[in-house]
């Protein structure tokens, strides 16, 4: 892995030095090359000492790419408000304006690119839970292994400044890329010992469910997403890599996901693509409307007819459906949306499922239908603003970067972003699950508290909890 002065990524790197020293300002340096297959996990789990609290990890349903990061050259962090989006998009654009990239080029998912999220409501903020995270957080990793179609490339980059020397930052990442390459190991899948299930006032959560419809019957609310949070204890600090090993065995079929601030880390097996930008095609999901896995195959079918006949379920659904193709509509030329729906069955949970695909002009970015399609009707509600107004007034849950976008963006302007959900935040030695559900007019608070306990079980499973029947 270590880099020798007589190549092109040294005089790269002189030559991003030279340029911070004549611009006075950061220069972002990249150099990509193929390496051996590494095991993703091994190499996050590598950075479990030097890098605890800069770490992310990312795998797509298809297992075509997988990222792991280590290490933070830049973070991004803007203001809370409605330009968020943008601005986060602004200061990885001007990132890469001056950018130096040697190497192996023009692969997805490699070289200079930004990994992080947002919270579901940057009006509401003011939550010690997620005091590590902000409204939004962005950085770019110092070292990235990506599995790209079965090729691994490990990604090195340095932002330079005028005041730095290219000897120097070259015995830097010698120093590190060695320290890492004696750190693999491989990882074991171990369940951690749990001490007990905390739930802040169930039947405070129901009334809230029966306020919800009670509204919806005498205002122009057709829906709202309404969440809770279940607190898992643990005897011991509990280790995140365990938890994505189990999350890829018994997940298979979800994006898994991780993103380290300092001691705390949000984790996850969403089934939910937000958006995914391969060159002009744009990719959604429409996931809305579910029910629990059946214990046998006959069982299963029929829950899984009942899904698709359910009134209550097509109807969440088709807001959904509606709103993702009125937002791409936007910005696609083509749009391809399927009439009825399909089920996506997962270890826990069966969903209805539309996949939405469409091709857009080449200066749309992956940020551009970000701010468009967040939050769906699946996350927020019908009418949007006056669903998230008033999840943000009743619901006690403080989301953060629950039920909300995270995911990647290269320098070629590929990127991918899922929706938060089937998560967790682990804060040392105990984790914050998150489940929530879509309540109509017609809903009960009793069948939506089943709702959310059935969604909990990924991450139970996963951490090792006590499962809800």
């Given at each position: 892995?270590?880099?020798?002065?007589?190549?092109?990524?040294f005089y790269?790197?002189q030559?991003?030095?030279?340029k911070?020293?004549?611009?006075?300002?950061?220069v972002?340096?990249s150099?990509?090359?193929?390496i051996?297959?590494?095991?993703?996990?091994?190499?996050y789990?590598?950075?479990?000492?030097?890098y605890a609290?800069e770490?992310?990890?990312?795998?797509?349903?298809?297992?075509?790419?997988?990222?792991?990061?280590?290490g933070i050259?830049?973070?991004?962090?803007?203001?809370?408000?409605?330009?968020?989006?943008?601005?986060?998009?602004?200061?990885?654009?001007?990132?890469?304006?001056?950018?130096?990239?040697?190497?192996?080029?023009?692969?997805?998912?490699?070289?200079?690119?930004?990994?992080?999220g947002?919270s579901?409501?940057y009006?509401?903020?003011?939550?010690?839970?997620?005091?590590?995270?902000?409204?939004?957080?962005?950085?770019?990793?110092?070292f990235?292994?990506s599995?790209?179609k079965?090729?691994?490339?490990?990604?090195?980059?340095?932002?330079?400044?005028?005041?730095?020397?290219?000897?120097?930052?070259i015995?830097?990442?010698?120093?590190?890329?060695?320290?890492?390459?004696n750190?693999?190991?491989?990882?074991?899948?171990?369940?951690?010992?749990y001490?007990?299930?905390?739930?802040?006032?169930?039947?405070g959560?129901k009334?809230?469910?029966?306020?919800?419809?009670?509204?919806?019957?005498?205002?122009?609310?057709?829906?709202?997403v309404?969440?809770?949070?279940?607190?898992?204890v643990?005897?011991?600090?509990?280790?995140t890599?365990?938890?994505?090993?189990r999350?890829q065995?018994?997940?298979?079929?979800?994006f898994?996901f991780?993103?380290?601030?300092?001691?705390d880390c949000?984790?996850?097996?969403?089934?939910?693509?937000?958006?995914?930008?391969h060159?002009?095609?744009?990719?959604?999901?429409?996931?809305?409307?579910?029910?629990?896995r059946?214990k046998?195959?006959k069982?299963?079918?029929?829950l899984?007819?009942?899904?698709?006949?359910?009134?209550?379920?097509?109807?969440?659904?088709q807001?959904?459906?509606?709103?993702?193709?009125?937002?791409?509509?936007?910005v696609?030329?083509?749009?391809d949306?399927p009439?009825?729906?399909?089920?996506?069955?997962?270890?826990h949970?069966?969903?209805?499922?539309?996949?939405?695909?469409?091709e857009?002009?080449a200066?749309?970015?992956?940020?551009?239908?970000?701010?468009?399609?967040?939050p769906?009707p699946?996350?927020?509600?019908?009418?949007?603003?006056?669903?998230?107004?008033?999840?943000?007034?009743?619901?006690?849950?403080?989301?953060?970067?629950y039920?909300s976008?995270?995911?990647?963006s290269?320098?070629?302007?590929?990127?991918?972003?899922?929706?938060?959900?089937?998560s967790a935040?682990?804060?040392?030695?105990?984790?914050?699950?998150f489940?929530?559900?879509?309540?109509?007019?017609?809903?009960?608070?009793?069948?939506?508290?089943?709702?959310t306990?059935?969604k909990f079980?990924p991450?139970?499973?996963?951490?090792g909890?006590?499962?809800?029947?």
């Open positions: 892995m270590a880099i020798s002065h007589e190549t092109e990524w790269g790197l030559q991003a030095v030279q911070a020293k004549q611009q006075k300002q950061k972002l340096f150099v990509v090359r193929e051996d297959d590494l095991d993703p996990l091994s190499f789990h590598a950075g479990r000492e030097r609290g770490r992310f990890y990312w795998q797509d349903p298809e297992k075509e790419l997988t990222i792991a990061g280590l050259v830049e973070k991004i962090q803007v203001k809370a408000d409605a330009k968020r989006v943008r601005n986060i998009e602004a200061n990885w654009t001007e990132l890469q304006k001056n950018a130096v990239k040697v190497g192996v080029s023009g692969v997805v998912g490699t070289g200079p690119l930004v990994f992080g947002y579901f409501d009006n509401k903020t003011d939550s010690l839970l997620w005091d590590q995270f902000g409204d939004s957080l962005f950085y770019i990793p110092a990235m292994l599995i790209v079965g090729q691994a490339y490990l990604t090195t980059n340095i932002v330079c400044t005028s005041e730095d020397e290219a000897n120097l930052f015995d830097l990442i010698n120093e590190r890329e060695n320290d890492i390459r750190r693999l190991t491989n990882v074991a899948v171990s369940v951690n010992e001490v007990e299930q905390i739930e802040d006032n169930p039947e959560w009334k809230i469910v029966a306020e919800a419809v009670l509204h919806m019957k005498h205002s122009e609310l057709d829906k709202v309404l969440a809770r949070e279940l607190r898992i643990f005897k011991e600090r509990i280790e890599v365990a938890v994505l090993r999350l065995k018994e997940q298979a079929g979800s898994i991780c993103l380290e601030s300092a001691g949000f984790i996850g097996a969403t089934p939910e693509r937000l958006v995914k930008k060159g002009n095609e744009l990719f959604s999901a429409c996931l809305a409307g579910s029910i629990a059946g046998d195959a069982k299963d079918r029929k899984e007819h009942e899904l698709l006949h359910d009134q209550k379920n097509l109807l969440e659904h807001y959904v459906v509606s709103m993702i193709k009125d937002a791409l509509s936007l696609c030329k083509k749009l949306v009439k009825d729906p399909t089920v996506m069955k997962n270890r949970i069966q969903h209805l499922y539309t996949p939405v695909s469409g857009c002009d200066n749309v970015s992956i940020f551009d239908v970000i701010g468009k399609l967040h769906t699946a996350m927020g509600g019908l009418p949007t603003e006056q669903a998230v107004a008033w999840i943000r007034e009743n619901e006690e849950l403080e989301r953060g970067f039920a976008p995270i995911g990647w290269d320098s070629y302007g590929n990127g991918e972003f899922a929706v938060g959900i089937r935040l682990i804060q040392g030695n105990e984790a914050s699950l489940a929530g559900c879509g309540v109509l007019e017609d809903s009960t608070p009793e069948s939506e508290y089943e709702e306990g059935i079980n991450m139970l499973s996963a951490l909890g006590n499962l809800h029947e």
